[in-house]
């Protein structure tokens, strides 16, 4: 007998790039950083790395003129200090992400564009991708969560009870690290409303019952069994 094709369960691993422009190949990714976190909303592990550039690049001006920002200074400093290989970060990311429990899926508030950056590299520079060929978009669920038009919806937008609060500079993994705070605040205010929420009749007869539904009837149904 064949054996049951096992599935790990998703873990988001919130990540934030730096990169020296808006695409990859003319400009270089500079730095990676994230957190994993599991579908509970819980803290698993983080990674930072820094990249050294690709030759025959250059950096975009809108990227020169955000690492000149006084705040930026530190975490750009540090980026040229502890940079490594393209070939060695891909390779930290790629070990990293193996010993996660759980299938790693990557989520960020701008998940089209940190996701191109980390595949690239990865296809570039390995054999794999530790990610999927899709990702997490977290502007793209909290955005109807919270009645927002997306095209309008800012961070400024969520609720300040999402935010993490710290008065420490933002490096990449920090950053990394606050956005995990963001998506595990919408997981459980996403778990909070399911909870609540009824399906209205009419879906009812369209779609038959909920899960939830089927499950209570069947619970409901077994006791009184029991009972007789």
């Known amino acids: 007998m064949a054996k049951r094709k096992t599935t790990k369960?998703?873990?988001?691993?919130?990540?934030?790039?730096?990169?020296?422009?808006?695409?990859?190949?003319?400009?270089?990714?500079?730095?990676?950083?994230?957190?994993?976190?599991?579908?509970e909303g819980k803290i698993v592990s983080s990674f930072e790395t820094f990249l050294t550039r690709l030759p025959k690049t250059t950096m975009h001006p809108d990227n020169a003129r955000y690492w000149e920002r006084p705040q930026n200074l530190e975490t750009y400093l540090r980026m040229e200090r502890l940079a490594v290989e393209p070939v060695d970060a891909v390779s930290h990311l790629i070990n990293w992400t193996s010993e996660l429990p759980g299938q790693p899926v990557l989520a960020a508030y701008n998940a089209s564009h940190t996701w191109m950056w980390v595949h690239w590299y990865c296809t570039q520079y390995s054999t794999r991708s530790p990610f999927s060929l899709g990702s997490l978009d977290i502007k793209s669920h909290a955005a109807p969560f919270l009645c927002q038009d997306f095209l309008s919806l800012t961070k400024a937008d969520l609720p300040d009870s999402w935010r993490m609060k710290t008065d420490r500079p933002d490096s990449v993994v920090g950053k990394a690290e606050k956005q995990a705070c963001i998506l595990t605040s919408l997981i459980n205010a996403k778990r909070t409303l399911s909870d609540e929420i009824q399906l209205p009749a009419w879906t009812r007869k369209i779609y038959g019952p909920s899960v939830r539904e089927t499950k209570r009837k069947a619970g409901s149904a077994n006791r009184m069994a029991q009972a007789t």
């Open 9 to 39: 369960s998703a873990i988001y691993v919130s990540t934030v790039v730096e990169t020296d422009g808006p695409i990859p190949g003319p400009y270089s990714l500079r730095a990676i950083g994230s957190v994993a976190v599991d579908c």
